[in-house]
């Protein structure tokens, strides 16, 4: 499809009569409208008179009074008082054809421009198919390259996701690790922050050790102090791991009568 910018129109078209009987007609104007719009849309496809939105696809009633903006009935009446007139010829695949076109139009001039079109897009494709070329020369011999840059990537992708799952490991362990305590006695709302940078000092199965160790501290200590109700003499959060305490309570000791070795007090 090669479009042009112009279609003739004939001075005497108003003295036309067939022009005339469609004037005598209700909604007339809407119809001479739908006409000359019709000898535009054959102007842009510029073939022979031939309406289509491409080659296998040809311009239904209701496509065109979307573009022309009538009523689907108007535009109805006015395709099928152009038939009946032989103004158009609508075949069996639905294509339109503007009767007579090659009588009213300069079709030398048309087909001047659709072989020029055709030549413009025959060297666009020469182009396209040289930069194809170029680009698929330039990507073979920058492949290995590339390649090397994608695993480089890809190894990063994964370290940073290892990262933020060691991250993610962290604060769910040290969250069990201090609920614990918390739990234990609200003394050790204030020692979070620093507890939390001595939890992050430990290697990965001290991490572990540390919340055997908390959970076998406190259920040792209810059983060996249960005179000390709110637990104020209690071990803080920070210091059992400051003092690496968590590896002497990786079992629960023996009740006795004596008091423990190392006590918190009322920190």
Not at 109 to 133: F, H, N, P, V, Y
Not at 224 to 242: C, G, I, K, T, W
Request: glycine share 4%; charged share 35%.
């Amino acid at each position: 499809m090669a479009e042009i910018s112009w279609i003739k129109l004939s001075v005497n078209i108003f003295d036309d009569e067939k022009i005339k009987l469609i004037d005598t007609m209700p909604e007339n104007d809407a119809i001479f409208r739908i006409w000359v719009f019709l000898l535009s849309m054959a102007g842009k496809t510029n073939d022979s008179g031939l309406i289509y939105l491409s080659d296998d696809i040809p311009y239904t009633d209701e496509m065109i009074a979307t573009l022309c903006d009538r009523p689907i009935s108007i535009v109805r009446l006015a395709l099928n008082t152009f038939k009946k007139f032989g103004m158009i010829e609508i075949y069996q695949n639905g294509i339109l054809n503007i009767t007579n076109w090659g009588q009213h139009q300069n079709l030398d001039g048309m087909d001047k421009i659709r072989e020029q079109a055709r030549l413009r897009k025959q060297s666009q494709r020469k182009r396209e198919k040289s930069k194809e070329l170029l680009e698929s020369h330039v990507t073979s011999r920058d492949s290995h390259a590339t390649e090397r840059e994608r695993d480089k990537e890809r190894e990063l992708e994964k370290e940073k996701e290892k990262e933020i799952e060691r991250e993610e490991n962290i604060d769910e362990k040290f969250a069990r690790y201090f609920q614990i305590f918390i739990n234990f006695t609200k003394k050790n709302l204030n020692k979070r922050a620093m507890a939390l940078q001595e939890f992050i000092k430990l290697p990965p199965f001290q991490k572990d050790e540390a919340i055997i160790g908390a959970e076998n501290y406190t259920t040792w200590y209810e059983k060996d102090s249960p005179d000390d109700v709110s637990h104020q003499y209690s071990v803080n959060a920070y210091e059992f791991l400051r003092n690496a305490m968590f590896t002497e309570y990786q079992e629960v000791p023996i009740v006795s009568k004596t008091k423990p070795k190392r006590t918190g007090g009322m920190r």
